[in-house]
């Protein structure tokens, strides 16, 4: 066919456009190419260094095992075991494990106690509501505002539908902007707090430090043998406004090296034999042994940083994972 003079021009610039719009195909598919290799990449990398941070568990629970294992009767920081780093090396990076007592806290689930219904649980306001605002009011929570916040953390866990008094139930929450009700069960993680009536940031981190969610609706049992200094709270808060926080902080400096042989040796000490402490407080909240341990890992590896806390269980004879959290790196 022939082409006139005329329509040359006209033909020409067709197949420059159509040169221009394959091109802006072909880049457009090069890079949705390039992207998904990006992601494939990105994938495999997580999942490697999530496969780094399983077998890190697994090195933490022999570590652990290895722990109970020095004492059958009582656990105690000879070690060195206790917040101090361990690093491993993996393929193209490090993982780093980090062991701490986990008894060494309020648990939050022990404001309620179990009811006989099973999974029904009813708060405890003779022990630990009060023992929570001890707590809260030793580490600069105002007591009116700690009243409150014991109350509704206890609501918020118990399976009736009555607010406690200073407490709040359903119809607190449901008013709001975003309604939600209360889950009356127990938590699965401290950060549930942070939904909790008089909560608020400020407040929440004052508290993180110093509670838990372990998965019993019993208080925790804190080991004598392993609070720190810097955790005195946790030990005044045990006593009904006989003992400061530096009081107890120079109790656990005058520890025995190897620890206390048992709970009795703890509580016999003449600083502490005139000090008003619930017998119920000594048996059922104090101990020498560990049953809970926290893990943390941290993954750098391949340019990908993965930050893991686990929960190990040792109440049997050997240490079980019984939850893991994923977070980003702090």
């Known amino acids: ?46 999942e490697q260094a999530r496969a780094f941070a399983y077998a890190a568990e697994t090195v933490a629970t022999i570590r652990v095992d290895a722990i109970l294992g020095q004492d059958a009767a009582r656990t105690t920081l000879q070690g060195g075991w206790a917040g101090h780093p361990f690093a491993i090396q993996v393929p193209g990076g490090l993982a780093t494990l980090t062991v701490t007592d986990g008894d060494n806290c309020f648990n939050l689930n022990g404001l309620v106690g179990e009811a006989q219904q099973p999974g029904a649980y009813v708060a405890e306001t003779q022990t630990q509501i009060p023992e929570f605002v001890r707590l809260m009011k030793l580490v600069g929570i105002p007591g009116q505002t700690a009243d409150g916040i014991a109350a509704a953390t206890a609501d918020w866990i118990d399976s009736d539908t009555n607010p406690l008094p200073n407490g709040a139930e359903d119809t607190a929450y449901l008013g709001k902007d975003r309604p939600y009700r209360t889950p009356n069960t127990l938590m699965t993680d401290v950060s549930e707090l942070r939904a909790v009536a008089g909560v608020t940031p400020e407040i929440y981190a004052k508290l993180a430090p110093w509670v838990c969610a372990l998965p019993i609706a019993k208080p925790s049992m ?11 709270p946790l030990l005044a808060m045990l ?88 977070s980003d790196p702090a």
Not at 222 to 232: C, D, G, K, R, W
């Open 239 to 326: 006593f009904p406004d006989t003992m400061d926080v530096g009081r107890a902080r120079a109790l656990l400096l005058e520890r025995p090296v190897a620890g206390y042989a048992s709970t009795d040796a703890f509580w016999q000490q003449p600083s502490l034999a005139r000090l008003n402490a619930d017998l119920n407080v000594k048996a059922q909240q104090t101990g020498v042994k560990t049953y809970w341990f926290n893990l943390k890992i941290a993954i750098n590896a391949n340019g990908v940083q993965l930050s893991q806390t686990d929960l190990l269980d040792a109440t049997g004879q050997r240490a079980q994972i019984v939850s893991r959290v994923w």
């Open 1 to 46: 066919m022939q082409v006139r003079p005329s329509e040359r021009g006209a033909a020409l610039l067709t197949v420059l456009l159509l040169v221009a719009v394959i091109s802006v195909l072909a880049a457009g598919a090069l890079e949705k190419l390039r992207l998904s290799t990006r992601l494939a990449e990105n994938g495999a990398a997580m």
């Open 222 to 232: 804190i080991n004598v043998n392993t609070l720190q200094p810097e955790q005195a």
